[in-house]
């Protein structure tokens, strides 16, 4: 048996999310299927490092599944892009050591969010930015990253419906935000997050930007611990699991 | 009664063409229904500069109809707007004269196509870009724009079932070639455009780029007058309707 790395982007626009789900459309489901054209009918379970949810985007999701086939990795790559659909796209296949696991050897994620500011809508886009055609403090924002960063209890960030049972202390490494032409995009770097966090916080950061909360409130919001009192999560369309990052 | 001239883009994947067949969706179809809901069921026709093909997008194509509501033209983009689909998007709505033809009127036309140079496919932009990783000579390529630029008769490089009866001469204003990053665009703009003129003429300008053509070609495939000769047409993919110019 031979473990495998797989780096996939995917457009989740189209999937009810990444992970396995009966008569759903997931991505998980996509790979599997194709793994087992190539095992003659065979289930190959793949693990990820983590789920996206519905219409949520990865640039760099990463899993990894055991094989008992021997196939050089250049030909891995290829076959199995014949046989997924074209909004997944496999990048790289690495073998790997035989106790490598996707989501507990994962050290850290990096998550971008994109939001359109402008006041027309672009049909080109509308899968991939947050249109928010509404007036934003940068610089605001930029002062409500910099309390975001740091090792904190995230419980007034993370979705209700969360199965996190254990502690909910996430230290965020980077929260950066810059605009490019009509895009702003949020940047958000850690060791681990929970559910719906990342869309939580940029829901807060676009509260910052327009005025209806200030800076000075992050600490007072963290401090709550109390998903309530924080404002909506952001949607899914402008959201890109970006990189996953793994001890070399 | 009053006409309206409106501009708008449509993401041309999910559209059978722009023109109006039975029980396929199409832009038109999707316009007149929005429009038949703001007339109290009545039917009313849309004139289009032209069709575009599946596909192919839009980022101004105009068309105008008659009306006899009588509403400011803010709001005409606002409820337009709000009874469409997320892959159409009204830009503006103008009064105009009762003698204005989106077609017959049009005095130019913008097209734009966009190649994707990058090995590895790009699930985010698989529908705006045709992914093109093999290597173009772009000094060729903008030779051979160059001599396409003017007025000829471009028989050579319209598609055999086009319905176009009279003179297949035309006169190319621009013709141009420029890479962004990864991106190579190509620009055309003239006074009309035969069926598949623009996609023949990128596949002949991607033939140049890789060598299998020259610069030196283009006039002795125009002289041909036999499209037979040419290069086989682009895929829609990467196409844009970028504009439509009329005399103000």
Chains 1, 2 share one sequence.
Not at 47 to 62: C, L, M, W
Not at 74 to 93: F, G, M, Q, T
Request: hydrophobic letters at 35%.
């Amino acid at each position: 048996m031979e473990k495998l790395k797989c780096t996939i982007s995917y457009d989740g626009t189209h999937f009810f999310g990444s992970q396995i789900q009966p008569n759903k459309r997931t991505v998980q489901g996509e790979i599997e299927r194709a793994l087992q054209k190539m095992h003659d009918g065979k289930h190959i379970r793949i693990y990820a490092s983590g789920r996206t949810d519905t219409g949520v985007h990865a640039k760099g999701q990463v899993f990894h599944f055991e094989t008992y086939l021997s196939i050089p990795e250049r030909n891995w790559k290829r076959a199995l892009n014949s046989l997924l659909p074209d909004d997944i796209y496999v990048h790289e296949v690495k073998r790997v050591a035989a106790d490598f696991h996707a989501q507990f050897d994962c050290v850290a994620k990096e998550y971008r969010y994109f939001i359109l500011q402008n006041k027309e809508k672009d049909v080109f886009r509308r899968h991939f930015t947050y249109h928010y055609p509404y007036v934003l403090d940068l610089s605001q924002m930029k002062r409500a990253c910099e309390l975001f960063q740091g090792t904190h209890d995230f419980t007034s960030f993370c979705a209700a419906g969360s199965s996190v049972k254990g502690s909910k202390v996430r230290t965020l490494y980077e929260v950066r935000v810059e605009q490019k032409k009509d895009e702003i995009m949020i940047l958000l770097r850690g060791d681990g997050f929970l559910y719906n966090m990342v869309r939580i916080i940029v829901g807060v950061l676009l509260d910052v930007g327009n005025g209806r909360l200030k800076a000075d409130d992050i600490p007072v919001l963290i401090a709550a611990k109390d998903r309530e009192k924080v404002s909506k999560t952001a949607p899914a369309n402008g959201l890109f699991l970006w990189d996953v990052i793994y001890e070399s």
